[in-house]
């Protein structure tokens, strides 16, 4: 007779040597409590086995394991003793480090195949109320279900929020403090902003849903020109007093001092449109340029209209692009070879922006 559970074998009535069966079901104790076994892999039992091992005996077990397959081999007394499984066994593998429990027919991982309602998970990490889901890892890794496995080969993350007025965004934080967040922020217009201190943001870029046309709000451009005839004398380069704004984007251009200054580094686009008006001559040549720091002409910006002038009709327009530091100046300077002249009010101006 044993025990219906663990087949453990009784001690029957005014049996004779009553300690050999108490052993025998010590031993069947000692090899299933704690169940942990050093392999599942192995069909044939290993050359030299440690008294108390145990192995979950592989498919298509031969010698001493023939018909074994599935049952846990236990090593005890010099010999292998088999245990069969119960529904409901766990069993620690060593060399694998997982848990399995055996459901009846074959012996199977113990997480489960979905995870349905679960209000917070906490990934190395403690989720809490407001970061129902938490990660604490140093890589992450999503990849597309292929066709042979039964998938599309596509990977497509969805994110969505109630309405237009709410945040569905990324938000980048060093030290927990933002810098960047890209989203559809409290709009459903894609939007890029930044900060220097996770407190004052700045719009980057937006791309408008409707249309598609991407504004970089932060981005320095302007477009200005002089209220007032200018007047150059003769064979000496003058800049232009450029005073009323169009446009200013970032406040890069300075009317008071007729100057552009690059807030950044970078590429810029420039150009300039020259008015001639005459004072006593129209034999007067004009001509235009683009200067660095108050000193370089840049190369590409100078021009001449070298014909006969009309006055408030001839014009001489300059267009060029140059790299920038930050802090370096840009102006606007005319000249008059042949007889002087003037620089016409409201149709002499000066443009620029930051293409790169």
Do not use: C
């Not at 236990?74 to 620690?92: K, M």
């Not at 279900?145 to 497509?156: I, M, Q």
């Not at 108050?294 to 327009?317: C, D, M, N």
């Amino acid at each position: 007779m044993t025990t219906p559970n663990l087949a453990l074998p009784y001690i029957a009535a005014a049996q004779a040597q009553k300690h050999v069966t108490h052993n025998a079901a010590l031993d069947l104790l000692d090899g299933l409590v704690q169940l942990s076994v050093k392999d599942r892999d192995l069909a044939a039992p290993p050359a030299n086995p440690t008294e108390g091992e145990r192995y979950i005996v592989a498919t298509g077990a031969t010698g001493g394991w023939a018909g074994w397959d599935g049952d846990v081999a236990l090593f005890s007394g010099g010999a292998w003793l088999r245990l069969s499984p119960q529904p409901g066994w766990r069993v620690w593998i060593e060399d694998e480090a997982v848990l399995l429990v055996f459901d009846g027919t074959a012996w199977i991982g113990v997480t489960p195949d979905a995870l349905q309602g679960l209000t917070r998970l906490g990934l190395g990490t403690t989720a809490d109320a407001a970061n129902k889901f938490s990660a604490k890892v140093n890589g992450a890794l999503w990849t597309a279900l292929t066709a042979p496995e039964g998938g599309s080969g596509d990977l497509r993350l969805t994110h969505n929020k109630e309405t237009a007025a709410g945040v569905l965004s990324f938000l980048l934080q060093s030290g927990f403090s933002g810098r960047a967040e890209l989203g559809l922020i409290g709009t459903d217009d894609l939007t890029l902003k930044v900060s220097p201190d996770g407190t004052a943001w700045r719009d980057a870029l937006t791309v408008d849903r409707a249309t598609g046309i991407v504004n970089q709000p932060r981005s320095p451009r302007f477009k200005a020109y002089t209220n007032y005839d200018n007047y150059v004398a003769l064979a000496t380069w003058t800049k232009i007093g450029i005073n009323t704004v169009e446009a200013n984007d970032q406040g890069a251009f300075d009317p008071a001092t007729n100057l552009f200054t690059a807030p950044v580094a970078g590429t810029y686009l420039f150009g300039a449109s020259l008015l001639y008006k005459v004072n006593a001559s129209t034999s007067a040549r004009m001509r235009g340029r683009l200067v660095l720091n108050g000193t370089t002409e840049i190369r590409g910006s100078f021009g001449e209209v070298s014909s006969a002038h009309k006055s408030l009709a001839t014009a001489l327009w300059l267009q060029t692009v140059v790299p920038l530091a930050g802090g370096e100046t840009v102006e606007l300077q005319g000249y008059f070879r042949a007889a002087d002249g003037y620089f016409a009010a409201d149709h002499t101006s000066f443009w620029g922006a930051k293409i790169g």
